[in-house]
C-alpha cells in the first residue's frame, strides 16, 4: 500500500470529497471484492471519504486494486502500517 495526496491516476478520476485527503493505493484484491469491504477494513482508523474499487469494464470484476482516500494523514498511515501484509481471504494485501 502507498499513500499519495493525489486525486487522480493515470486516467483514473477518484471523486473525492472537496479534492482534499490522502488516497491509499490498496493491492492484490479479489475479483469479487467490493468498495464495502475496503470501507469496513479502513473505517476503524479514521474518516474515509471515498472508496473505489477498479473494475474490468466487461466482466464487473476487481481488477486486484483499489483505492481509498482517508481526510488525516496520520490516520492513514496508521491504516497501512496495520493491513499492508493483511491477510483477506486467500490473498495478502499490499
Known sequence: MTIDGVTSLAGINLPTHAGTGWCIFVY???????ENILWQMFGPFGAV??????RDFNTNKCKGFGFVTMTNY??????????NG????DRVLQ
Open 28 to 34: 492484490n484484491l479479489a475479483p469479487d471484492a467490493d
Open 49 to 54: 471519504t471515498n472508496v473505489k474499487v477498479i
Open 74 to 83: 496520520d490516520e492513514a498511515a496508521v491504516a497501512i502500517a496495520s493491513l
Open 86 to 89: 493483511y491477510r483477506l481471504g
